[in-house]
C-alpha cells in the first residue's frame, strides 16, 4: 500500500517467481540495471540460509561477522511517530518505527527484488493456494511462542475486519472478496484467493502481531485498537518480533530501540543478532536542524538534498563518512488538485460551486500542469539532483511508461487553454466567466523545507497566469485530517512512498473507493468521472493477470490517464543519497530497498 510521505520514505518492496499455474509476473531485477555505479561495485553477501540449531529455525545471515555493542544514531524529521501499533500506521514515519518491532511472513530480497522467507521458512504456490511453513521455536520478545494462531489472528481478526488502516484490505480483494485462511497445523497456513492473483504474496509482507497481547483491544472494536500503542505506551509492556524492541520515547526528542534478546537471525558463528545494543532517532524537526546534527556528529547518517550533495561529497576523501547515490527516489512528489465536495465542522458535505468548476475543468487542470516549470524546480530546488516527474510510476519502475515524455514549462499556451473556456486576464488578475476572481489555497506539511520551497515556486508559477495562490504550509497532523477526513482543502503539494515493482500498492490512491483516493474521495459509484470508472477497472484486472507482459499494457494505461486529466501533477524525483559513517560496517546499499534496510546485520567498527 501507499502512504503519505509527510516525513521519511519507508518501502516494503516484494516481488516473487510463482510456482504451478502461475508465472512469474515481473522479470528477475538485477542490481547492475538498477543502480548508479556509486554501489555497483559492491559485493553482496550471499543469501541468508535456514539454519535448525535445538529445534529452533533460525535465519542464518551470511554478512561477515561483526562485533557487537554500541549504537546507532538516525534522525527523523517532523513531530516524531504518532503511533506504535504496525496495524495502524497512516504516515511514514510511524510506519518505520512500528517497522522496528513487527516483522511479516515474507519479504524482499534487496538484492533482486525476489520475495523470501521472513517469520515463514518456507511457501509454495499450488493453483490458488498459499502455503506457509512457519518457522519453528522462534519467540515473542515477552517470550512465549509464534505460532499460526498469530497469523490467523492477524489476518481474520485485524486485516479482514479493517482494523487500523483498511489500505492492505481493500487491496487484498478479488471482486470484494478476501482470501479464505485454513489452519493446517499450529506452524503451517494456508491463504486461498478467489482467482490467481498476482500481487499476493507481496501482501504477505504485513506485520505478523501477538495474539495473545493485541486481541483484548481488538475485540473493544476500532475506536479502542486504534488508540492501542499510542506514544503514551509504556516501552517495557510492548510485544513484538522485530530485531529490536522499543525502550524508550521521549516526545518531539528521540525514539530509542533495544534488541530483541529473542530475535531469531544468526550470524555465522550461530550467535544471536543484531550486533547494535540501540538504534536511536534523533527528532530533529527540519532538514536544517539534521544537517547541523550530522556536522556535529550526533547522527551516523543523513540523506543528501540539494545543494548539499556536492559540499559533502568535496569533502568525502578527508572525512569519516561515505556517500553512497542509490538512484531515483522510489516515492512519488506532487501538487494535487481537490475535485472532492467538502465538508464542513458537522461532517456535512457541500459543494464549493466556484471552485469546483475551476478544478473540474479537464483544461483548467491542463493549464496548470503546463504552467509548473519542472526544470526549474529541478535546478533551483534540487539543485540538480533529481529529474522531472511526468507519471505516477517513478522514474526506476520497471512499470513506467515511457511513451509519457513529458513537456517543457509552457504558460503561453497555459493562458490559451484559460481563455478558450472563458477565463480573462486583467490586471494580470485571472477571473472566470463569472467574474469570480481566481484565488484558492495551496497547503504542504510545515518543516519539509524541500515543500516550502516547491510552494513558493508554483505560487509564482500560478500567479504568472493571475492566479492568486494562498501558500499555507500547516503541522502534518492537520494536513492529513484535510486531506482525508474533511476534505477541506484547494491544492496541496505532497509525497507517496511507492514500489518500482508493484502497480497494484497505489490500488489505495487510484481506486475510486480507495482510502488515498485524494482528489475525489467520498464520491457514490454512480457519480465516479468516467476516468476513474476506467481506473478502478485497471487495477482490477491488473491483479488478475499473472505476467508481466499482460500487466504491463493495463499499467501503462493508467499513467496515460494521469498523465492526460491531471488530478495529480507529478513535479520530480529526488536522488537518493546518503552519507554514513565509515565505522558503520556490514552497509549494502540497495536501489530497491535503501541503505539502512539490513540494521540487523549492521555494527560498529571502532
Not at 505478523?208 to 509504556?234: E, M, Q
Not at 539543485?383 to 515524455?405: C, D, M, Q, R
Not at 519539509?448 to 495562490?469: C, F, H, S
Not at 513535479?571 to 552497509?587: C, D, F, G, T, W
Request: charge should be neutral; charged fraction near 25%.
Amino acid at each position: 500500500m501507499k502512504r503519505l510521505l509527510g516525513i521519511i520514505i519507508c518501502i516494503v518492496l516484494v516481488i516473487f517467481t510463482a510456482k504451478g499455474c502461475l508465472q512469474a509476473d515481473t522479470p528477475e531485477i538485477h542490481t547492475d540495471k538498477q543502480i548508479t555505479p556509486d554501489i555497483k561495485e559492491i559485493t553482496y553477501p550471499s543469501d541468508n540460509i535456514n539454519v535448525t540449531i535445538d529445534n529452533v529455525d533460525y535465519i542464518q545471515s551470511q554478512a561477515p561477522v561483526g562485533k557487537f555493542g554500541g549504537e546507532l544514531i538516525l534522525s527523523v524529521i517532523g513531530e516524531g511517530p504518532k503511533t506504535f501499533n504496525p496495524c495502524n500506521t497512516k504516515d511514514a514515519t510511524s510506519s518505520a518505527m512500528a517497522g522496528m518491532l513487527y516483522d511479516g511472513l515474507l519479504t524482499t530480497d534487496a538484492k533482486n527484488g525476489k520475495v523470501v522467507p521472513l517469520l515463514a521458512k518456507s511457501y509454495s504456490i499450488d493453483g490458488n493456494d498459499y502455503i506457509i511453513n512457519l518457522r519453528r521455536g522462534i519467540k515473542w520478545s515477552d517470550g512465549k511462542p509464534i505460532t499460526v494462531d498469530d497469523v490467523m489472528y492477524t489476518y481474520e481478526e485485524i486485516v479482514f475486519k479493517g482494523l487500523g488502516n483498511p489500505s492492505i484490505t481493500d487491496s487484498m480483494k478479488i471482486d470484494g472478496k478476501l482470501p479464505v485462511l485454513t489452519k493446517v497445523d499450529d506452524y503451517t497456513v494456508k491463504f486461498t484467493t478467489q482467482k490467481p492473483f498476482a500481487p499476493f504474496l507481496r501482501q504477505l509482507s504485513y506485520p505478523i502481531v501477538p495474539k495473545h497481547y493485541f486481541k483484548p483491544y481488538s475485540d473493544k472494536g476500532a475506536s479502542v485498537f486504534n488508540a492501542f500503542l499510542n506514544t503514551n505506551t509504556n516501552p517495557k509492556s510492548i510485544v513484538s518480533n522485530g530485531a529490536f524492541k522499543l525502550k524508550e520515547y521521549v516526545a518531539a526528542q528521540r525514539v530509542v530501540f533495544e534488541k530483541n534478546p529473542h530475535y531469531y537471525k544468526i550470524n555465522l558463528k550461530n550467535q544471536r543478532l543484531p550486533y547494535l545494543d540501540k538504534v536511536v532517532y534523533l527528532i530533529v524537526g527540519d532538514t536544517n536542524n539534521e544537517i547541523l546534527k550530522f556536522e556535529a556528529k550526533e547522527i551516523d547518517v543523513i540523506g543528501l538534498k540539494g545543494n548539499t550533495v556536492a559540499a559533502y561529497k568535496e569533502r568525502e576523501a578527508n572525512s569519516d563518512y561515505t556517500i553512497f547515490n542509490l538512484g531515483a527516489n522510489n516515492g512519488t512528489l506532487f501538487l494535487a488538485i481537490n475535485l472532492n465536495d467538502r465538508a464542513d465542522k458537522n461532517g456535512k458535505y457541500y459543494v464549493d460551486s466556484v471552485k469546483q468548476k475551476w478544478f473540474r475543468n479537464k483544461e483548467f487542470r491542463k493549464a496548470i500542469d503546463l504552467a509548473v516549470d519542472r526544470k526549474n524546480m529541478v535546478q533551483n530546488i534540487a539543485f540538480g539532483v533529481a529529474e522531472p516527474l511526468y507519471t505516477a510510476e517513478s522514474i526506476n519502475s520497471i512499470y513506467l511508461n515511457k511513451n509519457i515524455k513529458g513537456h517543457e514549462a509552457d504558460k503561453k499556451h497555459a493562458l490559451k487553454l484559460l481563455e478558450n473556456q472563458g477565463f480573462t486576464l486583467k490586471n494580470k488578475k485571472l477571473y472566470d466567466k463569472q467574474g469570480n476572481l481566481v484565488q484558492f489555497d495551496l497547503y504542504t506539511n510545515a518543516g519539509n523545507l524541500e515543500r516550502e520551497a516547491l510552494g513558493v515556486v508554483i505560487k509564482q508559477d500560478l500567479e504568472d497566469l493571475g492566479m492568486k495562490v494562498n501558500f499555507k504550509p500547516i503541522e502534518f497532523n492537520s494536513l492529513v485530517n484535510k486531506l482525508t477526513n474533511t476534505y477541506d482543502w484547494d491544492m496541496v503539494i505532497m509525497g507517496l512512498t511507492g514500489s518500482p515493482l508493484e502497480p497494484h500498492d497505489g490500488k489505495n490512491v487510484w481506486t475510486s473507493k480507495g482510502t488515498l483516493h485524494l482528489f475525489n474521495m467520498n464520491v457514490p459509484v454512480n457519480q465516479r468521472l468516467e476516468w476513474e470508472k476506467e481506473l478502478d477497472e485497471i487495477f482490477e484486472q491488473g491483479a488478475l493477470k499473472i505476467t508481466f507482459e499482460d500487466r504491463k499494457p493495463l499499467y501503462d494505461r493508467y499513467q496515460e490517464i494521469i498523465y492526460e486529466e491531471n488530478p495529480v501533477i507529478y513535479l520530480y524525483s529526488s536522488k537518493q543519497i546518503y552519507a554514513i559513517r565509515k565505522k558503520i560496517k556490514n552497509v549494502f546499499p540497495s536501489a530497491l530497498n535503501g541503505l539502512l534496510y539490513n540494521l540487523d546485520e549492521l555494527y560498529i567498527e571502532n
